[in-house]
């Protein structure tokens, strides 16, 4: 967990710098991208009342997928089965979305507040299997400390 909490400091301390959400959002992206040389693809998708999700800051190849309805693909069916999902091999998903032919494996991890689910951290790697139980962990660990930047934002009345 040592990666995640370096992550997790580093934002604390551009947090109490003054950092913007939006800044903040993508230096948690850059960090988990450095994570791993495996990791070829690292946004987050916001959720939105209309149950649609948005890209948000991303690094990687663009993608067209900027706009995923919940139970739509991987990410989408995430949100609509409230639970991550870690797709050790994409070609084996029906439903699968994709945003690279190369992309072999996906991770999706929610960022959320008990019920309350804000968005999600999206991985894609052009390795089969490239997700552990400790790389799980590590993204996860981040994406907890997500939730609570959203949970503030949201007390403050300027969520989305």
């Keep these: 967990m040592l990666k995640a909490d370096q992550i997790v400091a580093d934002l604390e301390r551009r947090q109490s710098s003054g950092a913007s959400f939006e800044d903040l959002l993508m230096a948690a992206v850059q960090g988990l991208h450095d994570l791993d040389e495996r990791f070829h693809w690292t946004g987050i998708y916001e959720l939105f009342p209309d149950s649609v999700l948005r890209l948000g800051p991303f690094i990687g190849a663009p993608t067209d997928h900027v706009f995923i309805g919940v139970g739509r693909g991987v990410c989408g069916t995430a949100v609509a089965?409230?639970?991550?999902?870690?797709?050790?091999?994409?070609?084996?998903?029906?439903?699968?979305?994709?945003?690279?032919?190369?992309?072999?494996?996906?991770?999706?991890?929610?960022?959320?507040?008990?019920?309350?689910i804000y968005a999600q951290v999206d991985i894609d790697s052009h390795q089969v299997a490239a997700f552990d139980e400790n790389t799980v962990g590590l993204v996860q660990r981040v994406a907890?400390?997500?939730?609570?930047l959203y949970e503030s934002r949201e007390r403050l009345g300027?969520?989305?």
């Design 144 to 148: 907890d400390w997500l939730a609570g």
């Design 81 to 116: 089965e409230r639970r991550n999902i870690n797709v050790p091999d994409v070609r084996l998903v029906q439903n699968y979305l994709a945003c690279s032919t190369e992309t072999r494996s996906e991770l999706v991890i929610l960022i959320r507040k008990g019920e309350r």
């Design 158 to 160: 300027s969520g989305s």
